[in-house]
């Protein structure tokens, strides 16, 4: 088994510079505009409407398995329909668009092989995005995008429409969405280690406390980089035993402690740590606010608090958390937020901002500490 420090060490070594990523981003952007400007507005607007099809085609490709069964070579249609069990006919459409896409590749013969990209849709394999695809291309996930101007119009959740109910209400009640949902969760926590370890020294800490940490996959990647450090992850009671296995699994339990509890009435005590990654973006203002005075009153003297979020930059620069702005209005009513907002919540809270680290990722570092 490859060790949580071995992963530790190995995400160090890809990071690239942040000022390095941030020239590529500015060309990639002036590239982008560049393309839409040189075709008519109505083509780049058609363009621009029909994503969607992307989406699908993402999606059916990881809903079937495509990318396994390519894993060893090129295969043509058929070939493939038979090893997936589709119609052979539909399976080459499906394959024709995946390679318009990027995600296949075409030989002149006719046999489909995988892109870069595509080969991140396997399965079990370092890198891969399968999980966040099945979560973004689920029924259940695209139906309340499809009533965003509900939320638009009200400033409420689409999903409060149908089902009608809070998103953590949905995931308890239908545990096969929210299998796929916290399978993408800890998906994407391992896509932003490698930049938050980049960008944070967590060895200072001899008990760090994750709050609201899932499955406790990022509290498994902060131990693995403060080996001399003990670990605490609070978080529901549905969650606990997941967790639990998970930490097993990463042979660290024996350095963890786990705390059912809602982190709206409760906190760990015994902490010089606490993280919270992408809990506070869920929330509006009152409910945020709510959360981290409950945390700042349970933190002892000299800890620290650390939220891993994104940061919307100023103007019209592009960013992802633009996007997932909508994303949380849709499904929680939150919200991304500025610096300036972070720091005007956290001062509400009893916290005095002491610095926001840009990471390579969309995820920054928001540290503060007890104000009074």
Not at 47 to 65: D, I, N
Request: proline letters at 6%.
């Amino acid at each position: 088994m490859v060790s949580i420090t071995d992963d530790y060490r190995c995400a160090m070594t890809r990071v690239p510079p942040v000022t390095v990523v941030r020239a590529a981003t500015a060309v990639r952007t002036a590239l982008q505009s560049l393309t839409r400007r040189m075709v008519p507005p109505e083509v780049g607007l058609l363009e621009l409407a029909s994503g969607f099809m992307a989406t699908h085609v993402v999606y059916a490709a990881a809903k079937l398995g495509i990318a396994d069964v390519l894993a060893d070579g090129s295969l043509s249609a058929d070939e493939i329909a038979a090893e997936v069990g589709s119609d052979p006919d539909a399976t080459h459409r499906l394959l024709r668009a995946g390679a318009m896409f990027g995600i296949f590749t075409e030989r002149s013969d006719g046999h489909y092989g995988l892109s870069a990209l595509g080969r991140r849709l396997r399965s079990g394999t370092p890198g891969s995005m399968l999980p966040v695809v099945l979560m973004l291309g689920d029924p259940q996930y695209q139906g309340p995008w499809g009533r965003l101007t509900h939320s638009i119009e009200t400033g409420r959740p689409a999903v409060e429409v149908a089902p009608g109910k809070q998103l953590w209400d949905y995931l308890d009640e239908f545990p096969a969405f929210a299998a796929t949902f916290n399978d993408a969760m800890t998906c994407l926590t391992d896509l932003d280690w490698p930049a938050v370890a980049a960008a944070y020294d967590f060895t200072p800490y001899s008990t760090i406390a994750d709050i609201g940490g899932g499955h406790g996959q990022l509290l498994a990647l902060m131990l693995g980089a403060a080996p001399k450090s003990k670990g605490v992850l609070q978080e529901r009671e549905s969650l606990v035993g997941a967790a639990e296995a998970h930490l097993r699994e990463a042979a660290i339990l024996d350095r963890c402690r786990i705390d059912s509890g809602s982190f709206f009435e409760t906190a760990p005590s015994d902490a010089d740590l606490y993280v919270m990654r992408r809990v506070i973006h869920d929330y509006d203002d009152d409910q945020a606010i709510a959360i981290l005075s409950n945390v700042r009153r349970h933190m002892p003297r000299g800890s620290t608090l650390l939220l891993l979020d994104s940061v919307v930059p100023p103007g019209s620069a592009p960013h992802f958390a633009k996007a997932i702005d909508l994303d949380m209005l849709i499904f929680v009513g939150g919200r991304e937020r500025t610096e300036r907002q972070f720091g005007s919540l956290l001062d509400r809270a009893g916290f005095r901002l002491t610095r926001v680290v840009a990471t390579v990722s969309t995820i920054s570092l928001i540290e503060a500490v007890p104000g009074r």
